[in-house]
Each structure stands twice: as structure tokens, then as C-alpha cells.
């Protein structure tokens, strides 16, 4: 059994940063795929961006070139950056976990196993 728990969510004006944190305990870290997904209210969860086991990464359209994925597996820990943050990026933030061996999808909200319990992240104008 997996448990994450996210956490830096919270307010920031357009333009601003934030930096997501994900710790992860009860399993072998660094055998894990680790996905970001976000809600908006009254909309479906949506991919935002996953790094592999062996560190692929990988991003939606939306936030290409302004959020970076990475993960410590030191530390159990997989990181959003997020620059130039836009009020369309606010929405609650979710990680997950899955395992990263015999093929995946990592754009797939059904293909995660463990999820956090998510982190407000809100964007004003």
C-alpha cells in the first residue's frame, strides 16, 4: 500500500510560482511512474505531467514549457515546478502512483494505482 501526501499548494497571482511536493511512503519509491493531474470545479481530472521510474518525463500541451516534473528518489519525493502560472491552471492537485514496469500509460488517470489527497492551487488575475 502506497500513501502520498501533496503538498505547496495555495494562492498566487498570474505570472507567479509554486512548487508542488509529493512524499510517498509504503512501497519501493524509485519502482513507480509518478503522474500530476489537476480538477478544476465542475471539470474532469487532466493529465498535467509525469516522470517514469527511470526519468522520462513527459506534459500536457497546457503546461509544456512552463512546469517541470522531477522526482528524489532519495527522498521519496517527486516535485511540480510551476512558472508563469496562468488562471486556468487553478484546480485542485492531485499526485499518483504507478507501477512502472511491463508497459504504462502515463497519461491515464485509470491506469494509477495510489493517489494523495490533493492540494488547492489558485491563480488570480
Known amino acids: 500500500q502506497v500513501q502520498l501526501v501533496e503538498s505547496g499548494g495555495g494562492l498566487v497571482q498570474a505570472g507567479g510560482s509554486l512548487r508542488l511536493s509529493c512524499a510517498a511512503s509504503g512501497g519501493t519509491f524509485s519502482n513507480y511512474n509518478m503522474g500530476w493531474f489537476r480538477q478544476a470545479p465542475e471539470k474532469g481530472r487532466e493529465f498535467v505531467a509525469a516522470i517514469s521510474w527511470n526519468r522520462n518525463t513527459y506534459y500536457a500541451d497546457s503546461v509544456k514549457g512552463r512546469f517541470t516534473v522531477s522526482r528524489d528518489d532519495a527522498k521519496n519525493t517527486v516535485y511540480l515546478q510551476m512558472n508563469s502560472l496562468k488562471p486556468e491552471d487553478t484546480a485542485v492537485y492531485y499526485c499518483?502512483?504507478?507501477w512502472g514496469f511491463g508497459g504504462y500509460e502515463v497519461t491515464n488517470s485509470h491506469r494509477y494505482d495510489y493517489w494523495g489527497q490533493g492540494t488547492q492551487v489558485t491563480v488570480s488575475s
Open positions: 499518483a502512483s504507478q
